[in-house]
């Protein structure tokens, strides 16, 4: 699986977008990009996945550049509570069972 | 439904005890997974299952540690004799027959070797 980088932690007014980049510049076609965070002593929670289209839920909205080579990931009003340590994670495509492999992802802190 | 279930929450034990943490996954879920986290390492794969059928043991430490899943709904991981240097939170996850990336964490098993 493509190794992915991310900043070691970010700072985000509360009530402001959340803005959490993640460059992946070995993808390869097959490969999807997955957005997990993980809430302090929490396990962590799937938030978002796509391959090479813009994508939203009712949690974040997921943008992949149109090399794939990097995306965002978007929290359009953080709260207190998205507090977290966020995963980008590069694997290749669903269906299979295969695991997910963990980098350090990037602490978010949401300020008041 | 209920979520991924472990037990126990908090394990203290001493150097050289056996240890049993326990999984249910989610109903219906095929794939379990369960991984170790500890503040050196981040988040480790240790072994994951596909149809109760270990498919990757290599990230499992040694062999004091050992993995079974006799049937759908349950899975243990256990480590003996354990050592100060298992202390760790281990998470248990499973995911569905269409995976599609999600993985379902558990609470997690927090656990601290004397």
């Known amino acids: 699986d493509a190794k992915t980088t991310q900043p070691p932690s970010m700072d985000c007014a509360e009530g402001r977008a959340a803005n959490l980049p993640c460059n992946h510049s070995?993808?390869?076609?097959?490969?999807?990009v997955y957005w997990y965070r993980q809430i302090h002593s929490q396990g962590p929670q799937y938030i978002i996945h796509?391959?090479?289209n813009n994508e939203t839920n009712e949690m974040a909205s997921l943008i992949i550049t149109e090399d794939r080579k990097s995306s965002t990931l978007i929290l359009p009003h953080a709260t207190l509570r998205d507090t977290a340590v966020y995963y980008c994670?590069?694997?290749?495509?669903?269906?299979?069972?295969?695991?997910?492999?963990f980098g350090s992802g990037t602490q978010l802190t949401v300020l008041p | 439904d209920a979520g991924v279930i472990q037990s126990p929450r908090h394990e203290v034990t001493e150097m050289g005890q056996e240890v049993t943490l326990r999984c249910k996954p989610i109903?219906?879920?095929?794939?379990l997974f369960w991984y170790r986290q500890t503040m050196m390492r981040g988040l480790e794969l240790l072994i994951y299952?596909?149809?109760?059928?270990?498919?990757?043991d290599s990230g499992m430490p040694e062999d004091r540690f050992s993995a079974k899943m006799p049937n759908a709904s349950f899975s243990t991981l256990k480590i003996q004799p354990s050592e100060p240097r298992d202390s760790a939170v281990y998470f248990c996850?499973?995911?569905?027959?269409?995976?599609?990336?999600?993985?379902?964490f558990g609470e997690g098993s927090r656990l601290t070797v004397l």
């Open positions: 109903s219906g879920h095929n794939s």
């Open positions: 996850a499973s995911s569905s027959p269409l995976f599609t990336g999600e993985l379902f």
């Open positions: 070995t993808i390869s076609g097959n490969e999807y």
């Open positions: 796509g391959l090479k």
């Open positions: 994670i590069v694997r290749v495509a669903a269906g299979s069972a295969r695991q997910l492999t």
């Open positions: 299952f596909n149809n109760n059928v270990p498919i990757d």
